[in-house]
């Protein structure tokens, strides 16, 4: 896992929005990533991975980043060959863990998906407060890096 992502050279469209600390925002990030996904050519390519992804990572925001009273970043921009989605939340403090779980575990295995599906993923500093969880998809067929 490594720091920030480097800019993009030719996003196509990038979406960001403010997410309540609900559990209702796992659902409406992938909402709003399959509205991106239609503007974009090509875009259900990354539909697969990045509506797993987005919803792992805001999940964990909610529910392990972010304390009451805050928000959650999303930000999520699509080039021809990549879709970068970054979640920012307010814990600089509290590292994603990436653990694979047990089997028999019903938790706890959301950022072993991500890396699975993931080109590139990582964590770094938010300017101001907090830490942005950001994922790189390739299109379909791609695995992780």
Request: with cysteine; glycine share 12%; proline share 6%.
């Amino acid at each position: 896992m490594s720091g920030t992502p480097e800019s993009p050279v030719a996003v196509i469209h990038e979406r960001s929005c403010w997410l309540l600390r609900s559990d209702r925002s796992p659902g409406d990030a992938r909402r709003l990533l399959e509205e991106l996904l239609v503007e974009v050519p090509d875009g259900q390519c990354f539909a697969e991975a990045g509506l797993l992804i987005v919803s792992e990572l805001v999940t964990n925001a909610v529910l392990h980043g972010t304390p009451g009273g805050n928000r959650v970043r999303l930000v999520m921009s699509v080039c021809a060959s990549w879709l970068r989605i970054e979640v920012h939340d307010a814990r600089a403090d509290r590292e994603p863990v990436l653990r694979a779980g047990g089997s028999d575990d019903e938790s706890g295995r959301g950022l072993f998906l991500v890396k699975s599906l993931s080109r590139r993923w990582g964590c770094g500093p938010r300017p101001g407060v907090g830490k942005i969880v950001w994922a790189e998809v390739g299109p379909e067929g791609w695995g992780a890096a």
